[in-house]
């Protein structure tokens, strides 16, 4: 596995793979790697030539009061598994590389973030899709991966990719969980015992959201999930939200698929999870346009 630290090494690399016909997979990550990490390489390995894996905490989309210090990092870890799960190129370069000044420009995200995520880390997105800009012409890469424990950042992904003719594809690959339905994320490490055990009602709480639409109980399923997941744990419900995906509004009739979230701010860990599933909404015809589910 190559290590790469600089911008023009990771470009030159990479022109020289491109030219000799070879696909590029990439998988941005901010490290600390898991097994939701190593799934995406998985998959990269199984459609491309060349697996280019990012490490980069960007402090472009942590707001201030949020865990940019103390995100979990070891790199050394993470070198032993993105070679063990295939990745041909390890591309870390530090904050000074990525920005050696402020950036003169940084791109805005319009849709797609005013609920969820977006609406509790305000311009979050707009690091995360300026951080991208710089890294898909870093890498030039065939195809995208990312996991869709993030479902809210694909959608923004897909939006920048689009609006911005950018020659990727963008592949979500599904949320890998632990025995008892909890999301992998770099961020359980910071859970408590306690908590740890906790976490698992958030995804259970999507599952039982699920099942009260699907009963056409459509009128209070997110204050359900609420009293849930407050009942449930001691963290505090952020969000638990219902909406059309990939768009992320309120759903209507014509949304083809619905994505249920949540986020729970634990001690010091904040989770999110969601599940997206078909429009069970428009079974329940109610003759409105807008479907209530809150
Ligand atoms: N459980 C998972 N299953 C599949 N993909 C995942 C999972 N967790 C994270 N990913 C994906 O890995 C990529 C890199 O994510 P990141 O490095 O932020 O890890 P993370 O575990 O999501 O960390 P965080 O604690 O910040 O949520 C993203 O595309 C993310 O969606
Ligand atoms: C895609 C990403 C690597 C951009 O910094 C980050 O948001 C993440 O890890 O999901
Ligand atoms: N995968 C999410 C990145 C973040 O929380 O900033």
């Not at 090494?9 to 793979?17: A, L, T, V």
């Not at 402090?59 to 295939?86: H, T, V």
């Not at 995520?117 to 690091?127: K, N, P, Q, T, Y």
């Not at 594809?169 to 770099?186: N, P």
């Amino acid at each position: 596995m190559k290590l790469i630290t600089r911008i023009k090494e990771m470009q030159h690399f990479i022109s020289e793979e491109k030219r000799s016909g070879k696909k590029v997979g990439f998988v941005p990550t901010m490290g600390y790697l898991h097994e939701g990490h190593l799934s995406l390489m998985k998959r990269a390995k199984k459609e491309s030539d060349v697996i280019v894996v990012s490490i980069f905490v960007n402090p472009l989309q942590f707001g201030p009061n949020e865990d940019f210090d103390r995100y979990p990092r070891d790199l050394e870890r993470d070198k032993q598994l993105a070679l063990e799960a295939g990745a041909d190129v390890l591309f870390f370069p530090d904050t000074k590389e990525m920005y050696p000044d402020e950036p003169v420009v940084t791109v805005s995200v319009n849709k797609r973030v005013d609920a969820l995520c977006g609406e509790s880390r305000v311009g979050h997105f707009d690091g995360v899709a300026t951080v991208l800009t710089k890294l898909f012409h870093i890498v030039s890469p065939d195809y995208a991966y990312f996991g869709l424990k993030d479902a809210q950042q694909v959608a923004v992904v897909q939006g920048l990719v689009d609006d911005f003719n950018f020659p990727v594809k963008v592949i979500g690959c599904e949320t890998k969980r632990e025995s008892d339905g909890l999301a992998m994320s770099s961020r359980n490490v910071y859970l408590t015992e306690i908590e740890r055990k906790e976490a698992s009602h958030l995804s259970q709480s999507l599952l039982k959201a699920k099942n009260w639409l699907l009963d056409g109980d459509s009128g209070e399923t997110e204050q359900k999930m609420i009293k849930y997941l407050e009942e449930h744990t001691s963290g505090f419900v952020e969000y638990s939200k219902i909406l059309s995906y990939p768009e992320l509004l309120p759903p209507s009739k014509k949304s083809k698929k619905l994505i249920i979230a949540v986020a729970v701010k634990f001690s010091k860990a904040r989770l999110i999870d969601n599940i997206i599933i078909d429009n069970i909404l428009t079974r329940q015809e109610s003759g409105e346009e807008t479907c209530s589910v809150h």
